[in-house]
């Protein structure tokens, strides 16, 4: 089985910053893709950034040149640093991890953690 550990959420006040960690373990050998999505109150899930093998990120435009996607492959974990918070970044943000494992590739989602930004 794998696990992924998200944290990092919380409440901030528009304009500020936070950083999510999505660490992965069990039976996964490295984080293939990875994405963070988010479900803002009473609407859809969205994608709102990815990050590829060899490192090429992508962003939804709502927070392009706001977030920033990374990974730290020695650690098995991605990170989602959020600057310059806006109140309709409020959401449950869920990452989502590809990878080797054992039994070929697995596909698992993180627990999700709560960001609200209050304006």
């Known amino acids: 089985q794998v696990q992924l550990v998200e944290s990092g959420g919380g409440l901030v006040q528009a304009g500020g910053s936070l950083r999510l960690s999505c660490a992965a373990s069990?039976?996964?050998?490295?984080?293939?893709?990875a994405n963070w999505h988010r479900e803002p109150p009473g609407k859809q899930r969205e994608l709102v950034a990815s990050i590829t093998g060899g490192g090429t990120t992508n962003y939804a435009d709502s927070v392009k040149g706001r977030f920033t996607i990374s990974r730290d492959n020695a650690k098995n974990t991605v990170y989602l640093q959020m600057n310059t918070l806006k109140p309709e970044d409020t959401a449950v943000y869920y990452c989502?991890?590809?990878?080797?494992?054992?039994?070929?590739?697995?596909?698992?989602w993180g627990q999700g953690t709560l960001v609200t930004v209050s304006s």
């Open positions: 989502y991890v590809r990878g080797p494992s054992t039994r070929g590739y697995v596909e698992v």
């Open positions: 069990g039976n996964i050998f490295s984080i293939a893709t």
